[in-house]
């Protein structure tokens, strides 16, 4: 299988940054990356192996599973930390583009158009956002199977503490459904049950699609090329940044997610703690 990967980087610190990639503080932004970027190749490049002891050999593992991985990292003008990241040079290639810092994720729609049909699936992803289920295509692969490529699945996102009132949150709980109401209709096929290792999971139409990012398989992506409106830019979901990330596929595809009951079925690490510092100041406990 064949993987393309890409990523909307920027970083520019100022005093009243809102998102992570204001902050002043560089270090947060260059550790999530370099999580997001080895992850990506620890779980599906092909440079894996189990040690034979009694032979003394490194044998090939998790052949059935490896994909050829490309991931392009866009960035605009020179706001950014990859000349700070420790990785080999072959990890990823760097695309530099002169866009709006909020609208990278436009700029990674149109690398994605320009690889068409090079590629089995074609992704997106924010980057401070961290992979770590090796079966995550198998899973999306499973969904595809089970339905059809006008559903996407789009995985929960979650931030893990140690020191927290939570250990770990979901931080894409649902909007309020006006919010989304222009541009899907979450009453259309609204869930679907699938069984997976005889355990009954749970998928439903979704009042916040936004995940910060998103994995098509080529005929999806093939599908959403060809709308009148892929690349128009549009800016009118939340605010910039989650419209480059999450409308144009909303527009597309009916967008599931798996049910808080299963949220771990599919689900990508959200760097830091900034929504779970939220709870018990500004997100009070359910008493249900």
């Not at 006006?178 to 096929?189: E, I, L, M």
């Not at 093939?222 to 910039?240: G, M």
Request: a neutral charge.
């Amino acid at each position: 299988m064949r993987i393309l990967f890409t990523l909307a980087h920027f970083f520019n610190p100022s005093n009243n940054g809102r998102h992570g990639s204001q902050r002043k503080d560089s270090q947060p932004r260059i550790q999530a990356l370099t999580q997001c970027l080895t992850n990506l190749h620890r779980l599906f490049g092909k440079s894996q192996c189990i040690i034979d002891i009694a032979q003394r050999l490194a044998i090939p593992a998790n052949q059935s599973q490896s994909s050829d991985i490309d991931i392009v990292i866009c960035t605009t003008q020179d706001c950014h930390l990859l000349e700070q990241i420790q990785l080999p040079s072959h990890f990823y290639k760097h695309h530099s583009t002169k866009a709006e810092p909020m609208l990278l994720g436009f700029e990674c729609q149109a690398v994605l158009r320009d690889c068409l049909d090079k590629y089995d699936y074609y992704c997106f992803l924010e980057d401070d956002l961290i992979l770590h289920d090796p079966w995550f295509f198998i899973k999306l692969a499973f969904f595809t199977d089970l339905t059809e490529n006008l559903n996407l699945l789009q995985p929960n996102r979650y931030e893990v503490s140690t020191h927290h009132l939570v250990h770990k949150a979901y931080i894409d709980g649902n909007l309020a459904p006006r919010v989304t109401a222009k541009f899907q209709n979450v009453q259309d096929q609204p869930e679907i049950i699938g069984k997976i290792m005889n355990t009954p999971v749970i998928f439903r139409r979704t009042l916040n699609p936004h995940s910060g990012c998103y994995f098509l398989n080529s005929k999806q992506m093939q599908y959403w090329v060809k709308q009148s409106y892929f690349l128009d830019r549009d800016i009118s979901f939340v605010a910039p940044l989650e419209s480059a990330a999450t409308l144009g596929i909303m527009r597309t595809f009916r967008i599931y997610k798996p049910v808080p009951t299963h949220a771990n079925f599919l689900e990508i690490q959200h760097f830091g703690t900034a929504f779970l510092n939220l709870i018990g100041v500004q997100v009070h406990f359910s008493t249900i």
